[in-house]
């Protein structure tokens, strides 16, 4: 049987967990700047100052820049200062009328919102949402996500143990 939550707030302890469980990478990682530059714009060590000094941080650093690092920066800024303000939506700190974008960014973040599943195996699979995951282990702004408990192992494990099985003499 499957438990289904309705929209709830991730802890920084489960957002670490699901990141480092995730039983599949998601082909967003290759849009992510860590993975492809290195260099993350919410790092601790780095923190982000400005655009234009991270760019060249970036390029300076690596070689294989292109211009898709800028629209990283702006898209995890952006995403970052959305996940704020549905957080103080939420709240109850925010709104519709103290910004013109807000009922959109709900509609959005409701529409879409991360889906996480927990298997018995104790992986997760992330349906959309790896990026605001990344930003709220950086940065500890909330995150909300849909949340199921499975009983079923996750694919990668299911698949590991039919091949397992499947050496064994019967």
Same mark, same amino acid.
């Given at each position: ?5 309705? #929209? =709830?707030?991730?802890?920084? &302890? #489960?957002?670490?967990?699901? #990141? ?6 998601? *082909?967003?990682?290759? &849009? ?15 923190? #982000? ?5 991270d760019l060249d941080k970036i390029r300076n650093k690596n070689n294989s820049y292109n211009s898709s690092a800028d629209f990283e920066i702006d898209y995890c800024i952006g995403l970052k200062e959305a996940m704020e303000d549905y957080d103080s939506y ?29 298997? &018995?195996?104790?992986? %997760? ?6 990026? @605001?995951?990344?930003?709220? @282990?950086? *940065?500890?702004?909330?995150? %909300?996500? @849909? ?7 996750? *694919? *990668?494990?299911?698949? =590991?143990?039919? @091949?397992?099985?499947? %050496?064994?003499?019967?």
């Open positions: 049987m499957n438990q289904i939550c309705s #929209l =709830r707030i991730l802890d920084n &302890r #489960l957002v670490e967990r699901i #990141l480092e469980r995730h039983d599949r990478k998601s *082909t967003l990682d290759n &849009r992510c700047a860590q993975f492809a530059y290195g260099f993350c714009f919410f790092d601790e060590d780095e923190p #982000l100052s400005n655009v234009e000094d939420l709240k109850g700190e925010l709104e519709f009328s103290e910004n013109k974008d807000l009922e959109n960014l709900v509609e959005v973040f409701e529409e879409e919102p991360i889906v996480i599943k927990e298997f &018995r195996c104790g992986h %997760y699979s992330v349906l959309d949402g790896r990026h @605001r995951l990344c930003i709220a @282990r950086k *940065t500890g702004i909330n995150v %909300y996500a @849909r949340y199921e408990e499975r009983e079923e192992e996750c *694919t *990668t494990c299911s698949e =590991r143990n039919l @091949r397992d099985k499947s %050496y064994l003499p019967y």
